[in-house]
């Protein structure tokens, strides 16, 4: 049993107050960030940990989301079965998931239900059981999760996408693992993973909706009795440091498809670099909608592709800005050489002043709008915590994109879209020759 040093928080303080966002750090350095929502019967519980599939060696690629699985299966005081009726028997949702730097996981429940929420998940996460019998068996459903990725050429093409950016580099790796990975990892190699990396000093337990942040702060700390050391700091945000010898590349997967896909990217920089904010507004010019150019040009325009976008991902010190297409074989060539002119155009010439402006509408209109859910908010004060240690109100956020002009964007767009490319295909073609020599200019 803890003592009563224990169960005293190291340090309790509230954020700026027009953030609603309050924080208490309590032994053990385990955040506790809480977002009082008005108007709400529920509550999102998540507990995140500051360890993802980039903490992984090459042997134990894909550990983390194999215990995203397996701590589900049994605690000291919980089997599987008794986890799952206890949720499905207060109508609440209850599921995991894996990113390059973190894993999270979390429950959404109704507001009376919220310490039957904190206390399962934490009992989970803390004490979840590595046993060699549940190793076998979510073994087989990673397996199958492997498989269900590969019949999928979009979230193929993405861990191609970044494999052909960062090679062997972590960051480069599936989430998932591999085949060979997930078959040969044994039960001693996945409890070492969660014993030495899953400790309180790399957790945030983040909870939004109609709750109180004092009641929440005493429901964690019962629930992490026996985790609260008297001396331990939470562990310092993620800054990484990012080097790289290889080049992007191009990478081919082979499939018998009634469409090729094909997406290329580029390297840009982290998420502590403040042009992401221009970035924001140029992936929203560029592939966030039905204005954008790649919608534009290649969709209404041309009728090349039913679907085409782009996107962003974003890591500590370093990122990923790709662009998407789907289409039949045929028209694979059209299209990477019409998406190569749009990302050359913008180059060269930048974005007008009316594109900055819908691109910024658009994203604060989503942003606001992505944030009626309690599960959003608190995925977003979890990721802020972790990320970056402090948290911004909306309407800072809502600021932060209102002041980018157009001529930041271009500059961005100037510095990105010069530098190297990778693409990856998924579709009828065995060698690079096989794929049109627009598609093979693109990585040159």
Known sequence: MASRSDLLPVDNTSSEADTGVRRTVLPGGVRVVTEHVPGVRS??????????????????????????????????????????????????????????????????????????????????????????????????????????????????????????????????RPIIGSLESIEAMTR??????????????????????????EHTVELVRRAFTGHLGASAAPAPHRRGDLRLRTAPTLSITDRDNEQAHLTLGIRTFGRHDPRRWPLSVLNAVIGGGLSSRLFQEVR???????SVYSGIDTFAD????????????????DVAAVV?????????????????ARAKGSLRGGLVLGLEDTGARMHRIGRSELSYG????????????????????????????????????????????DLPRAVRDIVA
């Open 43 to 172: 509550a999102a519980v998540g507990v995140w940990v500051g360890v993802g599939s980039r903490d992984e060696q090459p042997s134990v690629a894909g550990a983390a989301h194999f215990l995203e699985h397996l701590l589900f299966k049994a605690t000291p005081t919980r089997s599987a079965l008794e986890i799952a009726e206890l949720v499905d028997g207060i109508g609440g949702e209850l599921n995991a998931f894996t990113g390059k730097e973190h894993t999270c996981f979390y429950a959404h429940v109704l507001d009376d239900d919220l310490p039957i929420a904190v206390d399962v998940v934490a009992d989970v996460v803390l004490r979840g059981r590595c046993r060699s019998a549940d190793v076998d068996v979510e073994r087989q459903v990673v397996l199958e999760e492997l498989a269900i990725r590969d019949d999928d050429p979009e979230d193929l093409l993405g861990d191609a996408l970044l494999t052909a950016l960062y090679g062997d580099h972590p960051v480069g």
């Open 318 to 333: 370093t990122g990923a800005f790709s662009m998407y297409a789907g289409c039949q074989p045929e028209n694979l060539g």
């Open 188 to 213: 001693n190699q996945l409890h070492s993973f969660h014993v030495r990396r899953y400790t309180p000093a790399r957790m945030v337990v983040a909870v939004a909706g109609n709750v109180d942040h």
């Open 390 to 433: 402090r948290h911004w109100s909306v309407t800072d956020t809502l600021e932060r994109i209102a002041t980018v002009t157009t001529e930041q964007v271009s500059e961005v767009a100037a510095d990105l879209l010069h530098r190297p490319f990778a693409a990856a295909v998924v579709g009828p073609y065995r060698r690079p020759r």
């Open 340 to 356: 190569r002119e749009v990302l050359a155009d913008v180059a060269e010439n930048g974005i007008t002043d009316a594109e900055c």
């Open 300 to 306: 209404e325009r041309r009728g090349l592709a039913y």
